[in-house]
Every structure is written in structure tokens, then in C-alpha cells.
């Protein structure tokens, strides 16, 4: 009887941190709707050692990175609390949903 419920109890852990897991690795928006809304994004964002020339810094790949950040990171922007003219023109325009399919898109995106 002990063996019997430890094996359940062990089966239904696996199965809650299964779910866990595989819901927290998805973004909550729309990869597909982000592509397109990431157009603009990949004429940077998606060169291989791009630098910006003004101001001049290494432009980040964001393929593959956490939808959360990449929420996070244009809404900073947005709120003009990270300092980029360019990206903050590019956020500024962009809705909630905008942003989290875009980020939805780049968090399955391996570069």
C-alpha cells in the first residue's frame, strides 16, 4: 500500500511539473501574428554581428530569448525607461497584444 502511494504520488509530481513546464515555455501571444509584426524588428535584430551606427553599440540577436523579456524589454521602451531613440519609436506604437506576439515569435526562434 505505501509503495502503491508513493508510485501515485510520484506519477502525479511528474505529470504537474510536466505541465508546468511545457505551458511556462510558451509565450502567451501569437507566434504567427508575430512574424509578420516582427518584420520591421529582423532588419536588425536578426543580422549576424549587425553594430547600429547611432548610437554605435552590437545589436542584439533576441532569437530564442524569454517572451517575458522581450515583453518586458518593449515596454521599458515604450515608457521611454530604456533609453534607445530607435526602439523607443519602434515600441511606441505597439499595442499589449503587439508585443506579446512579437515576443511569441522571437522565443521560438533559434538564430
Not at 14 to 23: A, H, I, N, R, W
Not at 44 to 72: K, L, M
Request: proline fraction near 5%; hydrophobic fraction near 40%; charged fraction near 20%.
Amino acid at each position: 500500500m505505501k509503495n502503491r502511494r508513493l508510485l501515485y504520488s510520484a506519477v502525479l509530481l511528474s505529470l504537474t511539473v510536466g505541465t508546468l513546464v511545457s505551458t511556462g515555455a510558451r509565450a502567451a501571444g501569437d507566434a504567427e501574428a508575430g512574424q509578420v509584426k516582427a518584420i520591421p524588428c529582423m532588419g536588425c535584430h536578426a543580422i549576424p554581428g549587425y553594430s547600429n551606427v547611432y548610437p554605435t553599440y552590437h545589436v542584439p540577436r533576441v532569437g530564442g530569448q524569454h517572451p517575458e523579456y522581450i515583453v518586458a524589454a518593449l515596454k521599458a521602451y515604450k515608457a521611454k525607461q530604456r533609453s534607445h531613440p530607435t526602439m523607443q519609436a519602434q515600441a511606441a506604437t505597439l499595442s499589449e497584444d503587439d508585443m506579446q506576439d512579437i515576443a511569441a515569435f522571437f522565443s521560438l526562434k533559434r538564430e
